[in-house]
């Protein structure tokens, strides 16, 4: 893909996709729980989940197994996982407000992008369901296998934006995951607690924490003001 341009020197926001701008809570936690059934393990609440949950993901399963899943059980569990997700996906929408915040940022001159660590060939059809794909310079998915950092990805993607300065982007998601990978690229971060994460596991970064995408767009602005 070639270059794509933002407005020089402007404010940009980097958004996250599963959790923050769309709310797959429901397909995340009935996909975790269904390839938890793969191996006898007991099925979680989302607050358990919640708790519970970090990346990369086979420390996930560690936490919940005592031990790193083997190749063959990771294997197993991924697969499962990404097929049950795809089924309840269709039940899942926007996160409230989302595309109206899109909007708004977009007419203020500003711009932003998206990047996620689902899969690319799968995010960016149905990111355009929603009649939002336009708002954004580019949008990224993951290329590689499933289960890594997000910090290497948030590299190529800001060198893939011409005219974005990292010190003038935030980035937006919902997973320490995300602050981790801005901090990286020298970017700001504001986590959203609407997600993956638990509020006490996102505050641990020492970003800004909010409960809304609105809080978030307007804490993002105070940021690169």
Not at 101 to 126: I, K
Not at 202 to 208: H, I, K, M, S, T
Request: charged share 20%.
């Amino acid at each position: 893909m070639g270059k794509h341009t933002g407005n020089h020197g402007g404010a940009h926001i980097v958004w996250d996709w599963n959790g923050t701008l769309f709310h797959d809570n429901d397909a995340i936690i009935g996909a975790t729980n269904a390839s938890f059934g793969e191996l006898g393990l007991r099925p979680l609440t989302m607050e358990q989940y919640r708790e519970l949950y970090c990346v990369p993901v086979p420390k996930f399963y560690e936490r919940l197994l005592g031990r790193l899943p083997t190749d063959a059980e990771w294997e197993v569990m991924d697969g499962t996982f990404h097929r049950h997700y795809t089924a309840y996906r269709d039940r899942c929408g926007l996160t409230d407000g989302a595309a109206e915040l899109l909007t708004g940022w977009r007419s203020a001159g500003h711009s932003q992008s998206l990047l996620s660590m689902y899969g690319h060939d799968e995010l960016v059809p149905l990111v355009r369901t929603f009649g939002i794909e336009p708002h954004f310079l580019r949008v990224d998915g993951r290329t590689g296998p499933s289960g890594g950092s997000k910090a290497e990805h948030m590299v190529r993607h800001l060198d893939s934006l011409t005219g974005v300065d990292p010190t003038r982007t935030v980035v937006i998601g919902d997973a320490a995951d995300d602050a981790i990978a801005a901090l990286h690229v020298g970017a700001r971060a504001v986590l959203y607690t609407g997600g993956s994460h638990s509020r006490a596991s996102l505050e641990a970064v020492g970003v800004p924490v909010v409960d809304t995408l609105a809080d978030a767009v307007a804490e993002a602005e105070r940021l690169v003001a």
